[in-house]
């Protein structure tokens, strides 16, 4: 009886243990999404308010560095970048300096130019994450859109902007309505290495942290010199 007893203690163990070591689906990894960075241009970041600029472009850094980092199927979009817009972030460029590669298009809703749709919807990933300029237009509507064509879809809300603090958050409420998941840039990056044994990436996402983190970079920087660690 006792033996019976302590298999079942056993069993039930290794079976508790197991089922703990299996992450939510719903939680996003280097194999399961794509990214689509869409219209972070001159012309459209003038006019953003709610988020500071310095910011946001922190943030457009950490979200591009992570999608390289682990190399994550990215596209990038501009809307009329060579008459009207200007050139994406420099943060963009910096880990996508193949600028031939980005797709221009005149639609305000990213889904709508045939370009575009091809390319993201090439990638062949059902969960999709958007971060843009601006959200109540360049987001809203490819969100909307892939949502109805069955994708799952997640934005940044914080690589993301719109001209006030209302307008981005009305956007993020009519798209969580209608299945939306917002996360945060840093969320992402975090989300993305999930365990620090990951030796082949801790050193470049904290290399990341540390320039684009604000105060948690800070607070890696200080770690690392005056702890050791």
Same mark, same amino acid.
């Given at each position: 009886m006792k033996t019976i007893k302590l298999s079942?203690? +056993?069993? +039930? @163990?290794?079976?508790?243990?197991?089922? %703990?070591? #299996?992450? $939510?689906?719903?939680?996003?990894?280097p194999t399961n999404h794509s990214l689509v960075l869409i219209d972070h241009e001159g012309q459209m970041g003038f %006019?953003?308010?709610?988020?500071?600029? !310095?910011? +946001?472009?922190?943030?457009v850094g950490l979200? %591009?560095? %992570?999608? #390289?980092?682990?190399?994550?199927? *990215? /596209?990038?979009? *501009? /809307?009329a970048a060579e008459s009207f817009s200007g050139p994406v972030f420099p943060e963009i460029i910096e880990f996508y300096p193949n600028e031939s590669e980005y797709v221009d298009r005149t639609t305000m809703n990213t889904w709508e130019d045939v370009n575009a749709y091809k390319a993201i919807?090439?990638?062949?990933? #059902?969960?999709?994450?958007? @971060?843009? +300029?601006? *959200?109540? /237009?360049?987001?809203?509507?490819? @969100?909307? $859109? @892939?949502? $109805?064509?069955? &994708?799952?879809? &997640? /934005?940044?809300?914080?690589? $993301?902007?719109?001209i006030s603090k209302e307008a981005h958050d009305a956007a993020m409420q009519r798209m969580i309505q209608v299945g939306v998941k917002p996360i945060t840039s840093m969320q992402y990056l975090l989300e993305l290495q999930r365990d620090w044994a990951r030796s082949e990436t801790y050193e470049?996402?904290?290399?990341? !942290?540390?320039?684009?983190?604000?105060? &948690?970079?800070?607070?890696v920087q200080y770690a690392r010199k005056m702890l050791k660690h």
């Open positions: 079942f203690v +056993l069993f +039930l @163990a290794i079976t508790l243990n197991t089922f %703990a070591q #299996k992450p $939510s689906p719903e939680l996003l990894d %006019a953003v308010n709610g988020i500071d600029p !310095v910011q +946001l472009r922190n943030n979200v %591009a560095g %992570a999608s #390289k980092i682990f190399n994550i199927p *990215t /596209v990038v979009t *501009t /809307v919807t090439g990638k062949n990933k #059902k969960k999709i994450v958007m @971060a843009g +300029l601006w *959200t109540s /237009v360049c987001i809203v509507g490819p @969100a909307m $859109s @892939a949502i $109805s064509d069955g &994708y799952e879809v &997640y /934005v940044i809300t914080d690589a $993301s902007g719109d470049p996402v904290n290399q990341l !942290v540390m320039r684009f983190g604000g105060g &948690y970079g800070l607070g």
